[in-house]
């Protein structure tokens, strides 16, 4: 069963942003929802027809991304659909939460992981109060605004890390993921940019 479900996981970060990635590129020439549902799709199946490295590309990008994050894994939906309708999330105060969380996980996380600082921050995940701690304070403010969408992912997380759901003995892995991480970066440029024009747009006070 376990087995089954990693198989599954595995697959789906991918599928969705291969998919993503194809109904976005879509929307430049103006197509219809219905259209670009059609090009992510296609875009699935040419992943999936192409040969790289001697396996189809969509097993290459599988290898290389993995399992995702409940929260990476619901973020990829988030973009998925706004791929799709051209809805934007950024006026969502859930979404710039949600995403501003995982940008500064990220942050936290990686440059040590890779070596960029003196400490691994990845260690913490394997026990200690720390990111347990971070991680409730996280989840208080989000029952305290109601950030409904960021509980369940949250709430997903942990009970898969308390049960020993995936290949990873660290909790880090169970709360994000890389690909998480490049998205919440690009939600949050898309937030500033769009900030920023707002202002520029807006018409200058007249003096008195």
């Not at 006026?91 to 710039?96: G, I, M, T």
Request: proline fraction near 4%; charge should be positive; aromatic fraction near 12%.
């Amino acid at each position: 069963m376990i087995s089954s479900v990693d198989f599954l996981l595995d697959r789906s970060s991918t599928a969705l942003l291969v998919f993503t990635a194809a109904a976005a590129v879509s929307r430049i020439i103006r197509l219809s929802p219905a259209a670009r549902v059609a090009v992510g799709i296609a875009g699935v199946i040419v992943a999936t027809l192409l040969p790289i490295s001697g396996r189809s590309g969509f097993e290459w990008i599988v290898s290389a991304i993995e399992r995702p994050s409940a929260p990476g894994l619901l973020l990829l939906i988030v973009f998925t659909i706004s791929a799709v309708t051209g809805r934007r999330f950024g006026q969502s105060a859930e979404y710039r939460f949600g995403t501003g969380m995982l940008f500064l996980g990220g942050l936290a996380l990686y440059p040590g992981a890779v070596g960029f600082l003196n400490y691994d921050t990845y260690v913490l995940g394997y026990g200690g109060y720390v990111l347990p701690v971070i991680l409730a304070v996280i989840l208080a403010y989000a029952i305290y605004r109601r950030y409904f969408f960021v509980i369940a992912a949250l709430d997903i997380a942990l009970v898969g890390f308390l049960l020993s759901a995936g290949r990873s003995l660290n909790l880090w892995d169970y709360v994000i993921d890389p690909v998480a991480w490049f998205l919440a970066i690009g939600a949050w440029i898309t937030i500033l940019a769009g900030f920023l024009i707002h202002r520029l747009r807006a018409p200058s006070p007249v003096a008195r």
